[in-house]
């Protein structure tokens, strides 16, 4: 069996017992040095993704559909919102041949962390995803609130800048959410240009009142 495993926001404590119990039952395990080390699995179970993440996955998938084990693929916050399913779907993967096991998203921590509930917001994923800055900017013009994944934080405000967007209107960044350097800032978009942020971020807008 194939399974495709969410493993929350970055911090073992986000991990679900689901999660926890099909990676400890797996014959192999795949994902990122960061994901992998939130188990405990032994080293020749392992099978680390690198840049060449879908030509990877093509090959694991291959090598090990007809044998009779548990592969398990770890997908940073839930599969199926910016994560692995569409691209393990993708490359022709069936349905009926995979499980997946949800995660928590940082989306849900980032709502928690400001207090917000997320229904009230559009949310968007710019990751891999360029025709949706369009998108974004439609949304920002029209006043509605948003919640999304950056592709790059500045390159993503300075297109926003640059098609109309106030600079002074605020947005919120969260960064490294659930990790020790977690941060978040509210400030308006031409002084969060000034600061750097990594590519661990969900991004806020609220909306002009």
Same mark, same amino acid.
């Given at each position: 069996?194939?399974? &495709?495993?969410?493993?929350?926001?970055?911090?073992?404590?986000?991990?679900? %017992?689901?999660? $926890?119990? &099909?990676?400890?039952?797996?014959?192999? !395990? &795949?994902?990122?040095?960061?994901?992998?080390?939130?188990?405990?699995?032994?080293?020749?179970?392992?099978?680390?993704?690198?840049?060449?993440?879908?030509?990877?996955?093509?090959?694991?998938?291959?090598?090990?559909? @007809?044998?009779?084990?548990?592969?398990?693929? %770890?997908?940073?916050?839930?599969?199926?919102?910016?994560?692995?399913?569409?691209?393990?779907?993708?490359?022709? !993967?069936?349905?009926?041949?995979?499980?997946? =096991?949800?995660?928590?998203?940082? =989306?849900?921590?980032?709502?928690?962390?400001?207090? =917000?509930?997320?229904?009230?917001?559009? $949310?968007?994923?710019?990751?891999?995803?360029?025709?949706?800055?369009?998108?974004?900017?439609?949304?920002?013009?029209?006043?509605?609130?948003? =919640?999304?994944?950056?592709?790059? &934080?500045? /390159?993503?405000?300075?297109?926003?800048?640059?098609?109309?967007?106030?600079?002074?209107?605020?947005?919120? !960044?969260? /960064?490294?959410?659930?990790?020790?350097?977690?941060?978040?800032?509210?400030?308006?978009?031409?002084?969060?240009?000034?600061? @750097?942020?990594?590519?661990?971020?969900?991004?806020?807008?609220?909306?002009?009142?």
């Amino acid at each position: 069996m194939l399974y &495709v495993i969410g493993i929350g926001p970055g911090d073992k404590r986000y991990l679900t %017992l689901m999660a $926890i119990e &099909v990676v400890k039952n797996s014959d192999v !395990v &795949v994902g990122s040095r960061r994901a992998l080390d939130l188990f405990d699995i032994e080293e020749d179970k392992k099978y680390y993704l690198t840049k060449n993440l879908r030509e990877e996955l093509k090959e694991i998938i291959n090598s090990t559909k @007809d044998k009779n084990i548990n592969v398990s693929i %770890l997908s940073t916050g839930d599969p199926c919102f910016s994560g692995l399913l569409k691209t393990i779907l993708s490359l022709g !993967v069936k349905k009926e041949d995979i499980e997946v =096991i949800s995660g928590i998203s940082s =989306i849900q921590i980032a709502a928690a962390r400001l207090k =917000i509930s997320w229904e009230d917001y559009e $949310i968007i994923t710019l990751h891999g995803r360029e025709e949706n800055r369009r998108k974004l900017l439609n949304l920002i013009k029209n006043n509605q609130k948003v =919640i999304f994944l950056p592709s790059n &934080v500045k /390159e993503d405000m300075e297109y926003l800048i640059n098609n109309g967007v106030n600079p002074g209107k605020e947005m919120i !960044v969260c /960064e490294n959410l659930t990790y020790e350097n977690e941060r978040i800032v509210r400030d308006s978009l031409k002084n969060l240009l000034k600061m @750097d942020f990594s590519y661990l971020c969900i991004c806020i807008l609220e909306g002009d009142k």
